[in-house]
């Protein structure tokens, strides 16, 4: 009886663990579907006929049209005219010549205007040649967000590409892009392959492109690193967003290219820009790899 009360018990422990791995291989399933149909919606609003522009209008027949009227007020015209010149006696001189000092407002890409109407926290997009690297960079005051929330918000173990809040695309030195490095090979996950110098070869240049402009970076570096505690003496990369200074400079660009896997040849000087890629790596705790660029184009 005992034996049969122990089958019976196993059985039904059994049942229930093949279930549960059931659900959670199910939900797996599930996200990772929604992922890649996420991506590919993204992707096919990035692309906008920027070529189609509304008509310009001619005007050709309405002046045909309205002739006789614009004769029929010639005279009231005159009368008109006489009175603004009157008012424009009256007003300082300087008026006529001044100039505006503002800049003029950024214009958004055609290819980002419907994706940004979707989520405004969307910050460029991300892309590598040859590689499933071809996704939003989202930015959100919140730096841990879209590491567990998709594009919509969602939850998501596969989150968003992202910067942190303070990093400033525009006008920034350095910025980092974090990103999940995922079994499937999606977010980073395809950024191990750097470790390789012949894939680096051949996959040298990297596209992100703002909100506002398209840019061109070829990468300084690859290297292994960690997420180091704030009492240690070491060369934290994801700290570096500015060099107001050659050394500040020095000490970033130095220890890169000390750190490198592989001399990928491209070298760098003071005053250029950089952007960063950061996903976890294993050969250590907190270990990262660590992808730096410079920008080209």
């Known amino acids: 009886m005992k034996n049969k009360n122990r089958i019976r018990f196993f059985r039904r422990l059994s049942l229930a663990v093949l279930l549960v791995c059931l659900f959670l291989l199910g939900q797996s399933c599930f996200q990772s579907v929604r992922h890649r149909a996420q991506q590919e919606n993204l992707k096919s609003m990035a692309i906008t006929d920027s070529s189609q522009k509304p008509a310009e209008n001619s005007g050709a027949s309405d002046a045909g049209d309205n002739g006789a009227g614009l004769a029929d007020n010639a005279a009231q015209q005159t009368d008109d005219e006489a009175q603004q010149a009157d008012n424009a ?34 910050a460029g997009w991300l892309s590598i040649a040859g590689m499933k690297i071809d996704y939003p960079v989202m930015q959100n005051e919140d730096d841990e967000y879209y590491l567990h929330h998709d594009f919509y918000g969602n939850d998501s173990k596969y989150g968003c590409l992202y910067v942190r809040a303070r990093a400033d695309l525009n006008d920034g030195i350095n910025f980092v892009i974090y990103g999940h490095n995922m079994k499937d090979g999606s977010m980073f996950g395809d950024l191990d392959l750097y470790k390789d110098e012949g894939f680096y070869q051949e996959h040298s240049v990297i596209s992100f492109d703002t909100l506002y402009e398209e840019r061109i970076y070829e990468i300084v570096a690859v290297f292994p690193s960690q997420v180091y505690s704030e009492e240690e003496d070491a060369f934290k990369y994801y700290q570096f967003y500015e060099a107001d200074t050659q050394e500040e400079f020095d000490d970033f660009y130095d220890n890169i290219k000390e750190l490198s896997l592989y ?18 790596a294993y050969h250590v705790t907190d270990g990262r790899l660590v992808v730096v660029a410079k920008r080209t184009e």
Do not use: H
Not at 91 to 106: D, F, K
Not at 108 to 115: E, G, H, N, R
């Open 263 to 280: 001399d990928t040849g491209v070298e760098a000087q003071f005053g250029d820009t950089f952007l960063t890629l950061s996903t976890c």
């Open 89 to 122: 006696a009256e007003r300082t001189g300087s008026l006529l010549w001044q100039e505006t000092t503002a800049a003029p407002e950024p214009v958004m890409l055609d290819k980002f205007t419907a994706s940004y109407a979707e989520n405004n926290d969307l």
